[in-house]
């Protein structure tokens, strides 16, 4: 396995098979029977990406789980020194991540200290967040909660739905100052309408719509200072709406993506002089 990581003491690998039509389940099969730890499931029928996603949280027997997003590599060093890490810590955290924000610059695991995660500075690093680190029993639970939303199939990054709902109701969360998971092949995803324009939208009317589905709960159980951050999170993402649009315009029709760009920054222009007016 990379890196030698099912021979890491204490770490476990859970492989599920969405009902490949190959060979594959038979090929992991026989890697599994030579190694204790490491256990292949399949799934009878096709359940999706999201549907696996959450399938993976509710069959993961270990404290922790390492969310290996996209075709990524883990890094072997990185996952030994987690287990003296997590114990070190003053309290058990929800999530445990090496990414944030330093200014106008997204950091992967290029610090000295592990330190608390605030909403505000994690919500913006990464749209799919690798190698993020769940705890399990709340990830759990948090399938329980929002498990519908995870569930919805324009919904591409269910690690950062239940990221922004454990840091939303203020959780212990918890900054890596080395990485677990580093950048592989970036290959093709095969989700269809994945980058295209209209899939973008569908991503951005997703995700504004959890967002603001999390904040209105928090609302109601009368937490007003998480429901204030949530909601500067949610105004913050609607910001990136031009963003969201532009790269699904590039994607599909880049000969228009100059075009619109240029509109984008007249019309930034056009409500900075009209609040100025204000």
């Not at 605030?118 to 759990?140: D, K, M």
């Not at 603001?212 to 949530?230: N, P, T, Y």
């Amino acid at each position: 396995m990379a890196d030698g990581v099912n021979l890491i003491p204490g770490v476990d690998i859970l492989v599920i098979d969405d009902s490949s039509p190959d060979d594959t389940y038979a090929r992991l099969q026989t890697i599994s029977e030579k190694h204790a730890n490491i256990r292949v499931i399949r799934n009878e029928t096709r359940l999706g990406f999201q549907g696996n996603f959450v399938n993976v949280i509710r069959n993961c027997r270990s404290d922790y789980l390492v969310i290996s997003a996209d075709d990524d590599f883990l890094v072997g060093d990185g996952i030994r020194r987690l287990p003296d890490t997590i114990a070190a810590l003053p309290e058990s955290p929800a999530l445990i991540s090496s990414l944030f924000r330093d200014g106008d610059t997204v950091v992967r695991g290029q610090s000295d200290n592990s330190r608390a995660v605030r909403l505000e500075e994690f919500r913006n690093c990464c749209s799919h967040l690798p190698g993020v680190i769940l705890n399990t029993r709340q990830a759990q639970q948090g399938c329980e909660i929002i498990g519908s939303m995870l569930l919805d199939p324009d919904n591409y990054y269910p690690q950062c739905c239940l990221s922004f709902l454990f840091l939303s109701y203020g959780l212990p969360c918890v900054y890596l100052p080395w990485e677990v998971v580093a950048t592989g092949w970036n290959l093709q995803s095969g989700i269809s309408r994945y980058s295209t324009l209209e899939g973008r939208w569908k991503q951005y009317q997703f995700f504004v719509g959890f967002m603001a589905a999390v904040a209105a709960a928090l609302k109601a159980e009368g937490r007003s200072e998480e429901f204030d951050l949530a909601m500067k999170q949610l105004e913050i993402e609607k910001c990136y709406l031009f963003k969201i649009i532009g790269t699904g315009i590039q994607n599909e029709r880049p000969e228009f993506s100059p075009y619109f760009a240029a509109g984008a920054m007249e019309y930034a222009e056009f409500v900075k002089e009209s609040q100025a007016r204000e």
